[in-house]
């Protein structure tokens, strides 16, 4: 089908079309809007973000509905607030026409009576976030016992998060000869579940195939050392200067610290997550719609329900956990008919994951470099020249002519050009002169364990002895984040994590070996003494398998609780520590560990922050205010 009037659509509805400039019906349109109009059944339908998922129900939903009635007959839910303020929006768009709707947005960190005095006002839409639909729920501030149609937005996010029990909480109170209609990007185990659990005979439709990217972005990798992931980040994003970005971060502590270190730097960026307050959250997403920000840097959480059709670039700062929410990160760009970029940077331990991801949304990563100095210095001098030769000429300037005129008399057409190109370009030049090389050999691919640092022993190094390991619950990844919390360390500064049954090793830079040692002197965690010592094992393997250089370390057949290393105490690491090890007082002020802006090879400056300029020098990214 062609055209929305084919599908059913009645006139109130190709009225609203009409004005929003739709031409044609998207795939999952095509496919979902007439199945929904003609049929009352329940639906699951696989689309990925950015293809129009919310006109594919939302218009069914507005036509079935009874608008003369005030009561509740519809019910979306979906995981954040800003999709479901997004949600909202859209379908009070599509429904101008029709006189009397009342959509209303039910979520939490707005006022709940004036929630709730909206639907009593009589609501036949109710979008909400699970979390606060329940408590209106339990409250009786809402009544969804009578609706016809409840929609699943997100449906694998909204499990992610965790809201599989208010999900059936708050459909337990719905009807059960209801039409229940699933979207969802992918399709994990979860999704499936919950469809058979709620759902009767779905019809299931798919645009592509499950779990599949759009072909309107393509995709791209840059293997870098761990410790160099920021300053790689930074040569990207110098790299395409017009960049417009959403940059994925796993954790909110590291979405935090990235967005700080960007700032500090001079870039155009903002901090995107769930220890935001809602105001704080309103300000970042309305600086970034106005492109006043031009990187976004974010959680998974925190970036649904982002709806820019502008994005160019998806930059995945570190891969996510669940390897299906690549599928969402890359969503972000290539929307609304363009094309985009989704970029992922790697360390060697990270390059399976590619694979993994590659077989998932059938898709082929390229591998590319990452630029050297010379040629961002190129890229920002051509992108500074077409600027300036597009720039449309201010008259305003003309009474100033004659001394600029003046100035310049002694000056030939040459050199004032390089005069005038200099002053950007001189700052790029002496930043990355003396760059060095990023980009990182995949001949050899780490282990699992490496968080990115190649082995070897290296003597700005220190390995340590650990008295925990799987009997404790650990496992590389857990141990490695349980030192970084403890210690107040980047994600990137412990390394080369080992775990064993009972004990494991770890390594970090020699340069905080005293404050690691002084940290677990008589450290207590869950009632048993955590010891650390320095090892002489330097990660290579002994003929026995043992990392630990050959050396028993302790018996390991000694109770836990009274193993205590009584050589390292010093008076510089008594005390009491208990600010250090409480995890509720850390704040994600980003004020962690910044050796990634440190690192020696030229980088360990920004262009925009040089020693001989002042603030105002700083070569900063012209703000975008179109």
Not at 229 to 240: E, G, I, V
Not at 270 to 286: E, F, P, T, Y
Not at 320 to 333: K, Q
């Amino acid at each position: 089908m062609s055209t929305f009037k084919e599908l059913g659509l009645n006139q109130d509805l190709l009225a609203a079309i009409t004005d929003l400039g739709f031409e044609t019906p998207s795939d999952v349109q095509a496919k979902a809007i007439p199945i929904l109009l003609e049929k009352d059944t329940d639906l699951v339908a696989l689309a990925q973000t950015g293809t129009g998922k919310t006109a594919a129900f939302g218009f069914p939903m507005l036509q079935k509905i009874n608008i003369d009635s005030r009561t509740t007959q519809g019910l979306i839910l979906s995981p954040t607030r800003e999709l479901c303020l997004q949600i909202t929006n859209e379908l009070k768009l599509y429904g101008k026409y029709c006189k009397g709707l009342n959509v209303t947005a039910i979520y939490g960190g707005a006022s709940i009576t004036d929630q709730a005095r909206s639907v009593k006002r009589g609501a036949q839409i109710i979008v909400a976030t699970p979390g606060r639909m329940k408590d209106m729920i339990s409250r009786n501030m809402v009544d969804i016992s009578k609706i016809e149609f409840s929609v699943l937005d997100e449906a694998d996010e909204m499990l992610n998060m965790g809201f599989y029990e208010d999900i059936t909480d708050i459909l337990s109170h719905t009807p059960k000869d209801k039409n229940t209609w699933l979207f969802s990007a992918t399709m994990p185990k979860e999704v499936s579940n919950i469809a058979k659990k709620f759902m009767h005979s779905p019809i299931e439709i798919t645009v592509g195939n499950k779990n599949e990217s759009t072909n309107q972005v393509s995709h791209e990798y840059y293997l870098v050392n761990a410790r160099d992931r920021y300053q790689a980040l930074k040569r990207l994003s110098d790299a395409n200067p017009d960049i417009f970005s959403v940059i994925f971060c796993r954790t909110k502590r590291d979405t935090q610290k990235v967005a700080e270190n960007l700032i500090e730097d001079g870039y155009s960026a903002g901090a995107l997550h769930g220890d935001l307050s809602q105001n704080q959250r309103d300000l970042v997403m309305k600086s970034f719609r106005n492109k006043q920000i031009q990187m976004l840097v974010a959680t998974d959480v925190a970036a649904r329900g982002i709806d820019v059709d502008d994005i160019t670039h998806v930059i995945n700062y570190q891969l996510p956990d669940e390897i299906e929410t690549y599928t969402h990160r890359s969503g972000r760009t290539g929307r609304a008919g363009k094309t985009g970029v989704s970029m992922v940077i790697v360390s060697k331990s990270e390059v399976r994951k590619i694979k993994s991801i590659e077989r998932i949304i059938k898709k082929e990563f390229e591998k590319k470099e990452i630029p050297d100095g010379m040629e961002i210095c190129e890229v920002q001098l051509m992108s500074l020249a077409n600027k300036i030769h597009n720039t449309e000429i201010n008259h305003e300037i003309d009474k100033y002519l004659d001394s600029i005129n003046t100035l310049f008399s002694d000056t030939d057409k040459d050199e004032l050009i390089k005069k005038f190109f200099s002053v950007e370009f001189t700052r790029f030049f002496n930043y990355y002169q003396k760059s060095k090389d990023l980009n990182v050999s995949d001949s050899s691919r780490g282990s699992e364990r490496d968080s990115g640092r190649d082995y070897g022993g290296s003597q700005n190094e220190t390995r340590y002895f650990i008295n925990v390991g799987r009997k404790d619950g650990y496992d590389w990844m857990k141990l490695k984040d349980f030192l970084k919390e403890v210690l107040e360390l980047g994600r990137d500064d412990v390394f080369k994590v080992d775990v064993k049954d009972s004990f494991s090793f770890f390594n970090t830079e020699k340069e905080i070996q005293e404050k690691v040692l002084a940290f677990f002197t008589d450290f207590k965690h869950e009632g048993r003494f955590v010891n650390v010592e320095v090892s002489e094992d330097k990660g290579g393997r002994s003929r026995g398998g043992r990392r630990d250089g050959g050396k028993r370390r302790r018996n390991d057949s000694k109770p836990r609780g009274e193993r205590r290393s009584s050589g390292r105490r010093s008076d510089s690491g008594s005390g009491n520590r208990s600010d250090r090890r409480s995890s509720g007082r850390r704040s994600d002020s980003g004020s962690g560990n910044r050796s990634d802006r440190r690192s020696s090879g030229g980088d360990s400056r920004s262009p925009r922050r040089t020693e001989s300029s002042s603030v105002s020098d700083r070569p900063r990214r012209s703000r975008r205010r179109d």
